[in-house]
Nanobody, 121 residues
Framework: QVQLVESGGGLVQAGGSLRLSCAASGSIFSIGPMGWYRQAPGKQRELVATITRAFITNYADSVKGRFTISRDNAKNTVYLHLNSLKPEDTAVYYC???????????????WGQGTQVTVSS
C-alpha cells in the first residue's frame, strides 16, 4: 500500500501565501503523475494542478499564474505553492498520486487525507 500525507494548510489573509507538501510512503515501486485537488463546502472536488514525473505541469484556469506545483522524485514528494490567495481558494486540498507497488502491478490511484486552506477577506 501507498500512503500520502499532506501538510502545510492553515488560515491566511487574502493576498497571502502558503506551501502545501505531500509525501508518499509505503510499498512504492514507482510513482507517476501527482497532483492537487480541492473541494469547497457544497461543491464537487476539482483539479488544481498536476505534474508528471518528467515535470510537465497542468493547472486549472482559476489558479494559473498564482499557484505553482513542483515535485522531488527522490523524496516522493509533491508541493503546491499558493500565492495571491483569494477567499474563493478556501477548500480542503487533497494530494493525489498514481503509483505501482511492484514492477508488474497495475497503476493505482491514491489520495491523501486532505488539508484545510482558509483564506480570510
Amino acid at each position: 500500500q501507498v500512503q500520502l500525507v499532506e501538510s502545510g494548510g492553515g488560515l491566511v489573509q487574502a493576498g497571502g501565501s502558503l506551501r502545501l507538501s505531500c509525501a508518499a510512503s509505503g510499498s512504492i515501486f514507482s510513482i507517476g503523475p501527482m497532483g492537487w485537488y480541492r473541494q469547497a463546502p457544497g461543491k464537487q472536488r476539482e483539479l488544481v494542478a498536476t505534474i508528471t514525473r518528467a515535470f510537465i505541469t497542468n493547472y486549472a484556469d482559476s489558479v494559473k499564474g498564482r499557484f505553482t506545483i513542483s515535485r522531488d522524485n527522490a523524496k516522493n514528494t509533491v508541493y503546491l505553492h499558493l500565492n495571491s490567495l483569494k477567499p474563493e481558494d478556501t477548500a480542503v486540498y487533497y494530494c493525489n498520486a498514481a503509483a505501482r507497488t511492484t514492477a508488474w502491478a497495475t497503476w493505482d490511484d491514491y489520495w491523501g487525507q486532505g488539508t484545510q486552506v482558509t483564506v480570510s477577506s
